[in-house]
Nanobody
Framework: QVQLVESGGGLVQPGGSLRLSCAASGSIFSNNAMGWYRQAPVKQRESVAAITSGGSTNYADSVKGRFTISRDNGKNTVYLQMNSLKPEDTAVYYC??????????????WGQGTQVTVSS
């Protein structure tokens, strides 16, 4: 069994910063891509940023230049540094990981979600 545990959400003023963390634990043979999604009220879940095990990154256009994704492979942890936050960044942020619990099998796992609210 694999679990993703997120931390770091909260309330911040516009222009402020937050750092999200997500640690994967459990039966992990290898950890492939990890990333962050978000879902605002009455909107579909959208991809925010992703990073491969080799460190290649991809960002949504709306966060480029403001958010930075990184990972610590030794700790199976992914981070999202969010700077210059805007009210439209308000959403529940979900961690995602594509993990091989055993050779030949890759499964998608999700965190429980952490609320990020940007408001004055």
């Amino acid at each position: 069994q694999v679990q993703l545990v997120e931390s770091g959400g909260g309330l911040v003023q516009p222009g402020g910063s937050l750092r999200l963390s997500c640690a994967a634990s459990g039966s992990i043979f290898s950890n492939n891509a990890m990333g962050w999604y978000r879902q605002a009220p009455v909107k579909q879940r959208e991809s925010v940023a992703a990073i491969t095990s080799g460190g290649s990154t991809n960002y949504a256009d709306s966060v480029k230049g403001r958010f930075t994704i990184s990972r610590d492979n030794g700790k199976n942890t992914v981070y999202l540094q969010m700077n210059s936050l805007k009210p439209e960044d308000t959403a529940v942020y979900y961690c995602h990981a594509a993990i091989r619990p055993r050779p030949g099998v890759t499964l998608d796992y999700w965190g429980q979600g952490t609320q990020v609210t940007v408001s004055s």
